[in-house]
């Protein structure tokens, strides 16, 4: 599956952005959709991710309560809402997908990576 993030852009402390990921082919509902973020100098790390159906969904304990992740299987998309923004939120934000809920939370239970999309978040 290809996919494509966007969404990204800079905003206030305290604002939101709404990222989207859009997904090539007709076997999206076969992925664990996931979202991920890397600042500069640090790892990838885990944000949110979303079951097959989006009956289930799980959150890094840094957003948790301030970020939705959704997905439109219509649409091939997965969303991430994100609330509340703060500086330390600024990062490349990244979707993937995934085969396995069990492992969602780990980068390398993703088989595909979208290009990612900037959010800066000033104080």
């Known amino acids: 599956v290809q996919l494509q993030a966007s969404g990204g852009g800079l905003v206030q402390a305290g604002g939101s952005l709404r990222l989207s990921c859009a997904a090539s082919?007709?076997?999206?509902?076969?992925?664990?959709m996931g979202w991920f973020r890397q600042a500069p100098g640090k790892e990838r790390e885990f944000v949110a991710a979303?079951?097959?159906?989006?009956?289930?969904?799980y959150y890094a304990d840094s957003v948790k309560g301030r970020f939705t992740i959704s997905r439109d299987n219509a649409k091939n998309t997965v969303y991430l809402q994100m609330n509340s923004l703060k500086p330390e939120d600024t990062a490349v934000y990244f979707c993937?997908?995934?085969?396995?809920?069990?492992?969602?939370?780990?980068?390398?239970?993703?088989?595909?990576w979208g290009q990612g999309t900037q959010v800066t978040v000033s104080s």
């Open positions: 979303v079951t097959r159906y989006g009956h289930s969904t």
């Open positions: 082919g007709r076997t999206f509902t076969t992925y664990v």
């Open positions: 993937a997908a995934g085969r396995e809920w069990a492992t969602a939370t780990m980068r390398d239970a993703y088989d595909s």
